[in-house]
């Protein structure tokens, strides 16, 4: 906006309302990043109290329950996708809680198969890998929309791939997915972290704002989760 052809009284009201738009950004970034530490806390919590749960009963880990909590959160995360314009606000943040418990269930074998120090390792590298990225896709003036289609494409070749390797088992495939889907989900951290940031609108009321921030931190925590568990499969130390 070219203020110099203004009259000197409206350069103040343009100055404070743009104060306003970014103090109300800074608060709507800070809220889907709470949400989303939040829940990444539950699921870590909730995967090792139930890890500890499978050591005592190890027959667990081979029974149909198991692939109940692995299609858990798929359905979860669908509901609340497809559904969320119908919810109040509340009740997405509460499906968004008991989400992250359920994902904290299905991750629980991480911890029987990886040693524990070797997650902790993997955590803190997601960690820093994943604050950079967003930074990045927060900061940046350029526009990450032409990243989309390239990501979706490779995202939906790591779920082909995956599900081919069920078949196959192969340790050369696996290693070519965790590679691929490094570089995938740290482009979605910046994408999704920009495409988040343009959904902020000043006027939003409550409601709106409300689920907007929900939906905003199920996409950041997926991208973290997905982004962990790639780098586990690099990184990892397993169990002997």
Do not use: C
């Not at 104060?19 to 990043?33: A, F, K, P, T």
């Not at 340790?171 to 972290?193: M, P």
């Amino acid at each position: 906006m070219a203020l110099g052809s203004q009259p000197r009284w409206t350069v103040r009201p343009a100055v404070g309302a743009q104060v306003d738009i970014d103090v109300g950004l800074r608060d709507y970034m800070l809220r889907i990043y709470n949400y989303m530490a939040s829940g990444l806390a539950l699921t870590g919590i909730v995967a090792y109290a139930f890890a500890q749960y499978l050591y005592a009963h190890p027959a667990l880990v081979h029974s149909p329950v198991m692939f109940v909590l692995m299609l858990a959160p798929l359905g979860l995360v669908m509901w609340l996708s497809y559904g969320i314009n119908r919810m109040q606000a509340s009740t997405a943040q509460a499906i968004f809680w008991v989400y992250a418990g359920v994902m904290g269930l299905s991750l629980a074998s991480v911890f029987l198969v990886f040693t524990g120090e070797s997650i902790a390792r993997v955590f803190f590298i997601t960690a820093g890998t994943f604050a950079s990225m967003s930074l990045y896709g927060y900061t940046t003036q350029r526009d990450l929309s032409q990243w989309g289609s390239f990501l979706f494409m490779g995202l939906i070749g790591i779920i082909i791939a995956s599900l081919v390797n069920i078949f196959l088992a192969s340790s050369a495939i696996t290693f070519a997915i965790s590679v691929i889907g490094v570089l995938v989900f740290v482009g979605l951290t910046a994408y999704d972290t920009q495409q988040i940031k343009e959904m902020y609108f000043e006027n939003d009321d409550a409601q709106t704002a409300g689920k907007k921030a929900v939906m905003g931190a199920l996409r950041l925590y997926l991208d973290f989760i997905n982004l962990f568990m790639m780098l586990l499969q690099l990184f990892g130390t397993r169990r002997d």
